[in-house]
């Protein structure tokens, strides 16, 4: 089951979003948890809504003091729950899932509701939900065997490969004369290292080619010719929808969609046009598509300069096509200045282009928005970190990094320039403390490794 983006997300489903984001950081997390169960029962596959939601799960449950004995009592208030959950696996994994967040809403570290909760979710089709219910349980059961053997299958089976060999490194470590489990860890250390080289397993026709670009292209080729012929059965099939009911908007909106991963860019952006002239030009994310489109469109033509041997033409299309993005994104935030998404795309553009006063001034306002919170003060932090006004760059990161419960790539991205600017303040020991803790759980990231080697050396 695809997962589905914030951005992609009904309106209402994004403005409760919002609430219960705002929740979590004012310290209101039972109100905040309601809020995301919510959410999840109108869009279960908004994956970032239930990452937050296992956030703030956790946070509550050791707020009580949740300990072993906790883990009892919840073995028996939710033994109900629990048999309701596994007799729904087999023919309602959806409704197993929604079961389960309730059990881990009163115990997200009970073992038994972790169990029922990884298999709905693989049942539902969605390894990811399952994968972050191991994550979270890893950092409190770390020396379990069976739940480490889990989780390194599901990231080998999900082509997460170089996870994978480091949860059969960590197993192995425990027990490293279990040959089950030295076979597993050079399995993952292969795939691993056929994925970095481009190459994959058997007898297929990336054996023989060594070079990874060459190989990704042909495949995506191979992908997109197939994918023609299903996107042109959808592109009729949405006509006759909108045939049928010629004032929905919505169907418009998938109509251009289709058309976008056609190629066929002209044609979207007449169906966006259309419904933006019925919205009666009041649909600031429609506008905001009409302006993706056109981008993507300049990248066509980009491409195609390029293909033509003409250097120049493209490097200039490209200028063009720069700075019509600047363009409008000006012009979103002139029209929509309340619109706290359109202040950070703003900021963002802005500090790309070392305009790095302007862009704070958009980073201090869309930092109110809690789906960009924290990306706004850590792009605040890089254009301080520009000016070289180090001090107020780590308040922004400090600030960002004690807000998140989770360590994602966000939370990396913070960690690892607090170390870079404590090193560029002369504070080794502080920057090395940074640096540990993404190296603790992402070896691979950037020249963290490097780093930390570098310093006990």
């Given at each position: 089951m695809a997962e589905v983006t914030l951005e992609e997300a009904p309106r209402k489903i994004r403005d409760m979003y919002e609430k219960a984001y705002g929740a979590m950081e004012r310290g209101n997390t039972k109100y905040a948890?309601?809020?995301?169960?919510?959410?999840?029962?109108?869009?279960?596959?908004?994956?970032?809504?239930?990452?937050?939601?296992?956030?703030?799960?956790?946070?509550?449950?050791?707020?009580?003091?949740?300990?072993?004995?906790?883990?009892?009592?919840?073995?028996?208030?939710?033994?109900?729950?629990?048999l309701s959950a596994n007799s729904a696996l087999k023919k309602d994994p959806l409704k197993a899932l929604k079961l389960s967040e309730k059990l881990l809403t009163s115990d997200p570290l009970n073992k038994s509701f972790i169990n029922v909760?990884?298999?709905?979710?693989?049942?539902?089709?969605?390894?990811?939900?399952?994968?972050?219910?191991l994550e979270v349980a890893r950092e409190f059961y770390s020396k379990d065997i069976e739940l480490l053997k889990r989780l390194g299958k599901l990231y080998l089976d999900n082509?997460?490969?170089?996870?994978?060999?480091?949860?059969?490194?960590?197993?192995?470590?425990?027990?490293?004369?279990?040959?089950?489990i030295l076979k597993a860890y050079k399995d993952a250390s292969a795939l691993d290292t056929m994925n970095k080289g481009?190459?994959?397993?058997?007898?297929?026709?990336?054996?023989?080619?060594?070079?990874?670009?060459?190989?990704?292209?042909?495949?995506?080729?191979?992908?997109?010719?197939?994918?023609?012929?299903?996107?042109?059965?959808?592109?009729?099939?949405?006509?006759?929808?909108?045939?049928r009911e010629p004032e929905n908007i919505?169907?418009?909106?998938?109509?251009?969609?289709?058309?976008?991963?056609?190629?066929?860019?002209?044609?979207?952006?007449?169906?966006?046009?259309?419904?933006?002239?019925?919205?009666?030009?009041?649909?600031?994310?429609?506008?905001?598509?009409?302006?993706?489109?056109?981008?993507?469109?300049?990248?066509?033509?980009?491409?195609?300069?390029?293909?033509?041997?003409?250097?120049?033409?493209?490097?200039?299309?490209q200028s063009e096509r720069d700075a019509f993005e600047l363009s409008e994104a000006e012009d979103r935030v002139k029209r929509y200045p309340n619109d706290l998404l359109f202040r950070y795309e703003l900021g963002v553009l802005l500090y790309e282009n070392d305009r790095t006063t302007e862009a704070i001034?958009?980073?201090?306002?869309?930092?109110?928005?809690?789906?960009?919170?924290n990306r706004s003060l850590y792009y605040m932090a890089m254009c301080f970190k520009s000016k070289q006004q180090y001090d107020i760059a780590l308040e922004q990161l400090e600030k960002a990094?004690?807000?998140m419960q989770i360590l994602d790539e966000t939370k990396k991205d913070i960690l690892y320039e607090l170390g870079v600017i404590c090193e560029a303040m002369d504070n080794k020991e502080k920057a090395a403390k940074y640096f540990k803790e993404i190296y603790s759980v992402d070896i691979g990231y950037r020249d963290v490794a490097e780093k930390i080697e570098k310093g006990y050396s």
């Open positions: 948890i309601d809020m995301f169960l919510n959410i999840l029962d109108l869009e279960p596959r908004l994956f970032m809504a239930r990452k937050l939601l296992r956030a703030g799960q956790v946070k509550l449950f050791k707020e009580k003091g949740g300990g072993a004995g906790a883990h009892v009592m919840s073995s028996i208030s939710g033994l109900g729950g629990l909760h990884v298999q709905a979710a693989l049942k539902a089709d969605m390894p990811e939900v399952a994968i972050l219910m082509n997460m490969t170089n996870k994978g060999r480091d949860v059969y490194e960590a197993l192995l470590a425990m027990k490293p004369n279990d040959p089950i481009g190459w994959s397993g058997a007898s297929s026709y990336r054996d023989m080619i060594k070079d990874t670009a060459e190989a990704t292209r042909l495949e995506q080729e191979a992908k997109s010719t197939k994918t023609a012929k299903d996107v042109d059965t959808l592109i009729a099939d949405g006509l006759a929808k909108i045939e919505n169907y418009r909106r998938s109509l251009a969609e289709l058309y976008v991963r056609a190629g066929r860019m002209d044609e979207a952006l007449e169906t966006l046009n259309k419904a933006q002239e019925m919205s009666g030009g009041a649909d600031p994310q429609i506008e905001r598509t009409i302006s993706s489109v056109k981008l993507k469109k300049y990248d066509q033509e980009i491409a195609a300069l390029r293909e033509a041997g003409d250097e120049s033409g493209a490097e200039a299309k001034q958009q980073f201090q306002q869309s930092q109110r928005n809690p789906q960009r919170r990094a004690s807000e």
